[in-house]
């Protein structure tokens, strides 16, 4: 069982930066394809950021596009989300989430990567607090 573990949440004024890890803490998830998820509050949990297995491929989010950098460090069963330039508006829960082993194939449309249909294994999530 992937049991995927977030952390680097905190509360920060707008325009600084945060740096989210998520721990695969059975050290399984190498070949899964990963994202990062976010629920703002009152709001539906939405897409952010993902990286394909093999992380040759990444996606954004059109809100994030250029603040937001998504990485994983297979050394260490980590995957990263640097986030820079925070505004207000990021404020939320953030969960990182794993697809399937080798998710949908070596090259994934967006589509298959923005859907959380897709994801079936999530973390508790990390609390992102945003000032103005």
């Known amino acids: 069982q992937v049991q995927l573990v977030e952390s680097g949440g905190g509360l920060v004024q707008a325009g600084d930066s945060l740096r989210l890890s998520c721990e695969d803490s059975?050290?399984?998830?190498?070949?899964?394809?990963m994202g990062w998820f976010r629920q703002p509050p009152g709001k539906e949990r939405e897409f952010v950021a993902a990286?394909?297995?093999?992380?040759?491929?990444?996606f954004y989010a059109d809100s994030v596009k250029g603040r937001f950098t998504i990485s994983r460090e297979h050394a260490q069963y980590t995957m990263s989300l640097q986030m820079n330039s925070l505004k207000p508006e990021d404020t939320a829960v953030y969960y990182c989430?794993?697809?399937?082993?080798?998710?949908?194939?070596?090259?994934?449309?967006?589509?298959?990567?923005?859907?959380?249909?897709?994801?079936?294994?999530w973390g508790q999530g990390t609390q992102v607090t945003v000032s103005s």
């Open positions: 989430a794993a697809q399937y082993e080798y998710g949908l194939g070596p090259k994934p449309s967006r589509e298959d990567m923005v859907d959380q249909k897709n994801y079936h294994y």
């Open positions: 059975r050290r399984r998830f190498i070949t899964f394809p």
């Open positions: 990286i394909n297995w093999n992380g040759g491929s990444t």
